[in-house]
T-cell receptor
Framework: EAGVTQFPSHSVIEKGQTVTLRCDPISGHDNLYWYRRVMGKEIKFLLH????????ESGMPNNRFLAERTGGTYSTLKVQPAELEDSGVYFCASSQRQKNSPLHFGNGTRLTVT | RKEVEQDPGPFNVPEGATVAFNCTYSNSASQSFFWYRQDCRKEPKLLMS???SGNEDGRFTAQLNRASQYISLLIRDSKLSDSATYLCVVNGRGSTLGRLYFGRGTQLTVWP
């Protein structure tokens, strides 16, 4: 079974530019989550999709962040325009619909904004 | 106050040693508790769930004290391969399982 895959693995952009991160969850997983770890801080929740619907987006830091999951398969997270404080590792995770199904994380995208 | 607090370590122990990690959480309504392991520059991976009665998985034992809002992880007979960062994780009140709150992690290095 293929795991959660994220692309790119690394991205270096300048302040003010736009970056789009992609996540392919495990096939058949209805739940998809985005998390972020800023350097020196703990991993923090950003948002949660159930299929194509946003279940909870209360962790999104501001309106420069836009997440989509059209068709309920892969998801994208766009940052526009990027700021220095957006640097960090962005993790995607997916899980099955059943309650208490464990989360499977992708390898993450390391974003550096200069 | 942070949702989950952990001693960041680092813990440096010889092979074969027993090591214990502790964690406290602030939300008394949390219902699910976990220990995750994260290797350097890798993704977090579920090590074990933590149940109220305590549970064991091989060399790993997890304990939960709801009254004190305290979680522990005990590793016996440490191996070199146990070197990693251990993350204490809980879910929040009323939230889906997926909205997890992570501690900063406790770094463990096992030396030969």
């Amino acid at each position: 079974e293929a795991g959660v895959t994220q692309f790119p693995s690394h991205s270096v952009i300048e302040k003010g530019q736009t970056v789009t991160l992609r996540c392919d969850p495990i096939s058949g997983h209805d739940n998809l989550y985005w998390y972020r770890r800023v350097m020196g801080k703990e991993i923090k929740f950003l948002l949660h999709f159930v299929k194509e619907s946003k279940q909870d987006e209360s962790g999104m830091p501001n309106n420069r962040f836009l997440a989509e999951r059209t068709g309920g398969t892969y998801s994208t997270l766009k940052v526009q325009p990027a700021e220095l404080e957006d640097s960090g590792v962005y993790f995607c995770a997916s899980s099955q619909r059943q309650k208490n199904s464990p989360l499977h994380f992708g390898n993450g995208t390391r974003l550096t904004v200069t | 106050r942070k949702e989950v607090e952990q001693d960041p370590g680092p813990f440096n122990v010889p092979e074969g040693a027993t090591v214990a990690f502790n964690c406290t959480y602030s939300n008394s309504a949390s219902q699910s508790f976990f220990w995750y392991r994260q290797d350097c520059r890798k993704e977090p991976k579920l090590l074990m769930s933590v149940y109220s009665s305590g549970n064991e998985d091989g060399r790993f034992t997890a304990q939960l004290n709801r009254a004190s809002q305290y979680i522990s992880l005990l590793i016996r007979d440490s191996k070199l391969s146990d070197s990693a960062t251990y993350l204490c994780v809980v879910n929040g009140r009323g939230s889906t399982l997926g909205r997890l709150y992570f501690g900063r992690g406790t770094q463990l290095t096992v030396w030969p």
